[in-house]
């Protein structure tokens, strides 16, 4: 079965939807939003923190990673 390419307003649409079907909108304040982000970011660096760019191999063919 083909898929057709969704659109970026479809895919916000969907995301909305399912927001709004757990009621979390109360929860999407810009303050919130902010510290969600710093923490998601930090917990993605903290996986590079004390290795070498050659120990980290994302993005050389590798499926595995060095995670």
């Not at 939807?17 to 998601?40: G, V, Y």
Request: charged share 25%; glycine share 4%.
């Amino acid at each position: 079965m083909k898929q057709t390419p969704a659109t970026l307003a479809a895919l916000v649409d969907a995301v909305r939807r399912f927001r709004d079907d757990r009621d979390w909108a109360q929860f999407h304040t810009p303050k919130n939003l902010a510290a969600t982000i710093a923490i998601e970011a930090a917990e993605l660096q903290e996986r590079f923190l004390w290795k070498t760019d050659s120990e980290v191999n994302w993005g050389r063919g590798s499926s595995s990673g060095n995670w």
